[in-house]
């Protein structure tokens, strides 16, 4: 078996599958729309097979600020520490949020954490 695709809720569709093809190389479907239900979606695939599903309803508005059980972020690997350094680089310089890294963790990873426009937490890994 294999992850075939994660789902996230976004009040800002388009920003999101944007930032998902320029910094991490998706590639997005066509745009799902279904009026009846003020339903909005992409799936946004990636070259390892696993895809995000982006996805917008005007019935869903809110935010937990606060840490919960659940989902709590995706990670990306890259090849090296060295891309891991110049897209946390980049993404800082763009104006999105690092949250931690890069650094080596405590069971050797090398990462970063970073937030992407809807506030989900993203790991970049080597």
């Not at 066509?30 to 070259?47: C, H, R, W």
């Not at 690997?77 to 891991?84: A, D, L």
Request: hydrophobic residues 35%; neutral net charge.
């Amino acid at each position: 078996m294999q992850i075939s695709h994660v789902a996230l809720w976004t009040d800002d569709l388009e920003k999101l599958k944007d930032f998902y093809v320029k910094y991490f190389g998706g590639k997005a479907g066509q745009k799902y729309v279904n009026p009846q239900k003020g339903f909005e979606s992409y799936f946004i695939s990636f070259d390892c097979g696993a895809a995000l599903e982006i996805m917008s309803c005007k019935d869903v508005k809110s935010v937990s600020s606060k840490t919960c059980l659940g989902y709590c972020h995706a990670a990306f690997k890259t090849n090296s520490r060295e891309e891991v350094i110049k897209l946390t680089q980049k993404l800082s310089e763009d104006g999105y949020k690092v949250v931690s890294g890069p650094r080596v963790t405590g069971d050797g990873y090398f990462e970063s954490v970073i937030c992407d426009p809807a506030g989900n937490l993203v790991e970049i890994t080597a």
